[in-house]
């Protein structure tokens, strides 16, 4: 007969920590130190899986979480305030890519779709500022953005007079991202989060938009040796497809999106099936491909092939993390 413990740990190992805090709270599990001490993790768990990265690395409300996990989610925190110290994802974006790599491979496990196709999205639209990373030497990060993509013969920003000729490819929500990403590092905390939510994104198209689709480049690109920005542009233009590839556009059918549909587990491996035939028209893009599907098992991963593209957009090895695995240990080994 299972017992309560069997239970819990047996969500615990699903990652199913809000239904487990749940349970806790229920007096499930006999009131002592590990009850506190387990709905920390919980919490903790469920914000991480949730990608809540606003307030990733910060005190659970239910208890104290070792200090090790909430450092290692604090890498994947976006900054709330101008400056905020560490940078977090604004430093670099590759724990972050580990991170999302991770929960995809949950979701999938869990057979939450639409959940998936969000995290999926999600990468999507910051593939091409983890392209640029090598590159700016940071995540795109606005306090000091301007010394890569301003001075002279940079259009970064500059409005389009009326009846002018267009020499800027960005559309007119891109110009408005990239110009305020000039100056929000010096504005209150209150702008600073809103630039994050609603234009940071923005500013990560504008800059695939300008290593890899600018028909008349300026500044931005053009003071690059011209090897790293023949590199930049293959990168970013894998990162671009894979932003406009059919995985992330089911997005689309799901309740995330405009519709009311959610996508099965056949129809995200179809989907990504499509997106790959397409990411392979790239050289680099067939090159990632391969090489994962070259190894002796193949790419156990569950959408095969993900981490190696990532990889090679971000040009630096990405793997998922273990995040969420070692809060389940953590959960497993305090119920006993």
């Known amino acids: 007969m299972e017992t309560a413990r069997d239970v819990l740990t047996a969500l615990a190992r699903r990652h199913a920590f809000g239904d487990l805090e749940a349970l806790l ?9 590990r009850t506190r001490e387990v709905a920390a993790l919980c919490a903790f768990g469920q914000r991480v899986l949730d990608l809540d990265a606003e ?5 659970e409300a239910a208890g104290e979480v070792p200090p090790d996990l909430l450092d290692r989610a ?20 590759r724990p972050a890519y580990a991170l999302l790599l991770e929960v995809i491979a949950v979701r999938w496990h869990r057979r939450e779709m639409a959940a998936l196709v969000a995290a999926v999205h999600i990468a999507g639209e910051y593939l091409a500022m983890l392209a640029w990373e090598p590159v700016l030497g940071h995540a795109g990060d606005p306090a000091l953005l301007a010394a890569a993509v301003g001075g002279a013969g940079s259009r970064w920003g500059v409005p389009v007079e009326p009846d002018a000729p267009r020499e800027c490819d ?18 209150p905390p209150p702008g600073w989060r809103a630039y994050l939510d609603r234009q940071h994104s923005q500013v990560a198209s504008a800059l695939g938009d300008c290593a890899a689709r600018c028909r008349t480049p300026c500044t931005v690109v053009t003071r690059l040796d011209g090897a790293v920005r023949a590199d930049l ?9 894979f932003a406009d590839g059919a995985l992330v556009k089911l997005r689309h059918a799901a309740p995330v999106g405009h519709g009311f549909g959610v996508p099965s587990p056949e129809e995200v491996q179809s989907a990504w099936e499509r997106a790959r035939r397409s990411l392979r028209r790239r050289p680099l893009g067939a090159a990632a491909l391969d ?3 070259d190894t002796a098992a193949g790419d156990p991963y569950p959408l095969p092939g993900m981490p190696a593209l990532f990889s090679a957009i971000a040009a630096a090895d990405i793997v998922p993390d273990t995040l969420l695995h070692d809060v389940t240990t953590r959960i497993t080994s305090t119920l006993g």
């Open 25 to 33: 709270d229920e007096g499930t599990l006999a009131a002592d130190g």
């Open 55 to 59: 307030d990733f690395g910060m005190p």
């Open 74 to 93: 604090r890498a994947s925190r976006m900054p709330q305030a101008p400056r905020e110290r560490p940078r977090g994802a604004l430093a670099s974006l």
């Open 170 to 187: 960005h559309t007119r929500p891109e110009r408005s991202a990239c110009e305020r990403a000039l100056r929000v590092a010096a504005m």
């Open 233 to 241: 542009a293959e990168r970013c233009g894998l990162a671009n497809d």
């Open 291 to 293: 090489a994962a599907q």
